[in-house]
């Protein structure tokens, strides 16, 4: 049989941070109140699109395998804010990488995108169709955003990872997957003006309605990810006692709390950086998963579960089994251009903008 081993892992966060305290400069909010509804302290701002954030990433992947971008077969690239529908985002990256010899494709299930880019790859190499593949989670947030929102504006950032994954006949990569879809609960977590049926209607591309219920989704999260947990860990015949570290999506640290007392899981063994970077939506579960790995949270040969949720209402959950190669072979010196500005200065100049666009 034919696995897909990770054998690359990368991570680009912008540079630029909006702090919980500069939030509150121009929404009525404070740190308290996001630290403790949430457990978000700051989150990046991209001054790149999002193609960019990918590439560096890739480029960083590439070189924890100690592979040349002509190795790679496949981009799936997972996301929700493409900078362009047509081209796709993966042919950017293949562009700016030189990875002519890949196939490249865009997948979009909102929060969920980077780990279903991982099930289609895995599932094309499982099958033959290639050999190995880049799978991404990437998403630049911060322009669509509404920042005169208060019960969005603070949950999201920008950022991206990237996964280098080869065929191998180590039982090794993607050993278990569930995924799905609340479709009946897909208006209760909705960006009204962004898509194909808002064109030639008056409205200014950027000038989106966040229509989120939240405590709506914070249940069906709680369910979505359970459920898929419960499904994956069955498959393998594995209890939650099987799994070495839990990499959950990041939207709320009581969403996390919620489904690891749920599952029954011990708080150490589950991994969080939400302080960090808010919800990164399609890269959130991918960057944590490459910070755990960097940070030696992940074993060799350890079992890793990833649960996740977004829009849709889209959940998966994946069991990982990770090889016994935890540190890079290489790294990559490609970086971000720089940048000169805040994370609330640039959030200032897209509020500016956007502003100018409406007049
Ligand atoms: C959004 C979320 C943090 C709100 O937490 P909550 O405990 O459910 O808070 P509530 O909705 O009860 O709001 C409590 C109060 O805080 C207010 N509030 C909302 N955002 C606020 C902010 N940023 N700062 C201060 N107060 C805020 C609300 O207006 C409400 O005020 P009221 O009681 O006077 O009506 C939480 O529901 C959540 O994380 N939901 C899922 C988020 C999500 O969709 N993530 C993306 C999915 S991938």
């Known amino acids: 049989m034919t696995y897909a081993a990770i054998k690359g892992w990368g991570k680009c966060l912008p540079p630029a ?36 954030l990918a590439y560096v990433a890739c480029e960083k992947a590439l070189a924890a395998a100690g592979k040349d971008a002509k190795d790679v077969d496949l981009i799936v690239f997972g996301s929700t804010t493409f900078d362009e529908l047509c081209p796709n985002a993966a042919s950017n990256v293949q562009q700016l990488l030189g990875a002519s010899n890949a196939a490249c ?30 799978v991404i989670g990437a998403e630049v947030i911060s322009p669509i955003m509404d ?21 191998s006949d180590e039982s090794e990569g993607v050993l278990s997957e569930s995924l799905g879809c609340f479709g009946e609960s897909r208006d209760i977590l909705a960006v009204q003006g962004w898509g194909m049926k808002y064109a030639n209607k008056s409205r200014v591309l950027g000038d989106s309605t966040w229509a989120f219920l939240g405590q709506e989704i914070f249940k069906k999260a709680v369910a979505g990810m359970a459920q898929g947990c419960m499904k994956t860990l069955e498959k393998l015949n594995f209890t939650a006692q099987d799994i070495d570290l839990v990499v959950p999506h990041q939207a709320n640290l009581r969403i996390i709390d919620s489904l690891a007392k749920k599952l029954s899981l011990n708080k150490d063994d589950v ?36 649960p996740a949720f977004g829009g849709g209402l889209t959940w998966s959950a994946h069991i990982i089994k990770f090889g016994d ?26 509020i500016k903008s956007k502003k100018s666009d409406n007049l």
Not at 105 to 131: E, F, H, P, Q, R
Not at 271 to 278: E, L, S, V
Request: glycine content about 6%; hydrophobic content about 40%.
């Open 271 to 306: 991994f969080i950086n939400i302080q960090r970077y808010g919800n990164m939506s399609a890269a959130t579960a991918l960057v944590a998963f490459v910070e755990a790995i960097e940070e030696g949270r992940v074993s060799p040969n350890s079992h890793v579960l990833i």
């Open 325 to 350: 190669r935890t540190s890079p072979k290489n790294q990559s010196n490609v970086e971000l251009p720089p940048c000169s500005l805040s994370g609330l200065e640039l959030v200032q100049n897209i």
């Open 147 to 167: 920042w005169n929102n208060r019960d969005v504006a603070v949950l999201f950032g920008d950022g991206a990872a990237a996964l280098y994954i080869e065929a």
């Open 105 to 134: 494709m865009d997948v979009n299930t909102a929060c969920t995108s980077g780990m279903y880019s991982l099930t289609t790859a895995t599932a094309m190499i499982k099958s033959g169709v290639v050999k190995s593949a880049l």
């Open 17 to 52: 941070i909006l702090s919980n305290d500069d939030l509150a400069t121009f929404l009525e909010t404070n740190d308290e109140w996001i630290t403790s509804r949430t457990g978000m302290k700051e989150r990046r701002i991209s001054h790149v699109d999002v193609s960019q």
